[in-house]
């Protein structure tokens, strides 16, 4: 199973960021997806979740939404006005459910992360 997360860099508050995670090894249209980030100094958050419907999402913040491409295996996190406290590294996770939107502790396949850096 890989999960390749893409899309990390330096950008500047205000800007939008469109990160993007391909998922090879599983079958994408029976795991539910979820980016956490993880903040210097700071322990894993869950930022955004999607079922393996795509009918069910969860987003820390309004700024950000999930999506999914059954055809590209791929999830996609768009963050809009980016601020510096969107700073870390980005993980995408694989849960396999079908069910809404799962714990963290069901996502048993994980990507090495992008990292992300705003600037102030």
């Known amino acids: 199973v890989q999960l390749r997360a893409s899309g990390g860099g330096l950008v500047q508050a205000g800007d939008s960021l469109k990160l993007s995670c391909s998922a090879s090894?599983?079958?994408?249209?029976?795991?539910?997806m979820a980016w956490f980030r993880q903040a210097p100094g700071k322990g894993r958050l869950e930022v955004a979740a999607?079922?393996?419907?795509?009918i069910n999402t969860y987003t820390l913040r309004d700024r950000y939404s999930i999506s999914r491409d059954s055809a590209r295996n791929t999830v996609y996190l768009q963050m809009r006005n980016v601020s510096p406290e969107d700073t870390g590294v980005y993980f995408c996770?694989?849960?396999?459910?079908?069910?809404?939107?799962?714990?963290?502790?069901?996502?048993?396949?994980w990507g090495k992360g992008t990292l992300v850096t705003v600037s102030s």
């Open positions: 999607i079922s393996a419907s795509g």
């Open positions: 090894g599983i079958n994408f249209n029976t795991h539910a």
């Open positions: 996770a694989a849960a396999p459910t079908t069910r809404s939107l799962p714990s963290e502790d069901e996502y048993i396949y």
